[in-house]
């Protein structure tokens, strides 16, 4: 009896193996099914074929090609107030392909889109995977899905334009939490303390008035200078002799 018990719980365990070998393959956190393509397009709308390579890990990539507008989408359901992260690994090395990006849509339940957010746009040609993410995205109050497409744009008019995407991921993350913290706000205390004042009796000092020194007077001395002038006065005294002729002065004349 013991070993049909275990025979038949070994047989359950096989079953049980066949078909997880069968599910689609969901890294561990993503919310995306089939995340890496190793299951062909399951989970996926939009895909242009499944290759082998070029691949960025594994053994299989989601080719999208198109000459105007194209891209892969899956939807996946969502929390309101809550973070996401999504990250996509692209290889672009075509010059016919003019952008590629990813985006997120919110949606509600009724399918109305909430908010449409993107990513950077790959337009260089280059020949390696490029990461391509957007981080700690907030879904919006009344979101119940989240719309997850890769994206290409093709050059105007041109040729097919082709590109690869995989190991495209879209995680739930912790979101900052909200706390209340009242704000303290310091409010000065003002204590009045009256106090008497102490009387202190003035002490005078007299100060004796500004004496003027009175400036430098210059003093003009003049020395008068007395100039005599001699004035000769005659001053006869005796009896005046009496007026003599014309003719005595010439007197000796004649004499001669």
């Not at 996926?44 to 299989?60: L, M, Q, R, Y």
Request: overall charge neutral.
């Amino acid at each position: 009896m013991r070993w049909h018990w275990w025979t038949l719980g070994a047989i359950i365990l096989g079953v049980l193996a066949a078909w997880w070998a069968g599910a689609p393959t969901q890294a561990a956190g993503n919310l995306l099914t089939n995340g890496g393509f190793e299951d062909g397009a399951s989970g996926w709308t939009g895909i242009s074929a499944i290759v082998a390579t070029p691949v960025h890990a594994g053994s299989k990539a989601a080719a999208l090609a198109c000459s105007v507008a194209c891209q892969i989408r899956q939807s996946v359901a969502a929390e309101p107030a809550s973070s996401y992260v999504l990250t996509a690994y692209l290889w672009k090395n075509s010059s016919s392909a003019s952008s590629a990006w990813l985006s997120v849509s919110w949606l509600r339940a009724d399918g109305a889109t909430l908010g449409v957010i993107e990513s950077a746009r790959l337009s260089a040609p280059d020949p390696s995977y490029r990461v391509l993410t957007l981080n700690t995205l907030a879904a919006p109050a009344g979101a119940a899905y989240a719309s997850i497409a890769l994206r290409l744009a093709g050059q105007f008019g041109g040729s097919p334009a082709t590109v690869y995407f995989d190991d495209v991921s879209f995680l739930r993350v912790a979101g900052p939490t909200e706390t209340f913290t009242p704000t303290r706000t310091a409010t000065a205390t003002v204590t009045r303390t009256a106090t008497t004042p102490a009387y202190h009796t003035p002490t005078r000092t007299r100060t004796p008035p500004a004496t003027d020194t009175p400036s430098p007077t210059a003093s003009i001395t003049q020395t008068a200078t007395e100039t005599e002038t001699a004035t000769a006065t005659s001053t006869e005294t005796g009896t005046p002799s009496p007026t003599a002729s014309p003719f005595a002065s010439r007197l000796p004349l004649i004499l001669k």
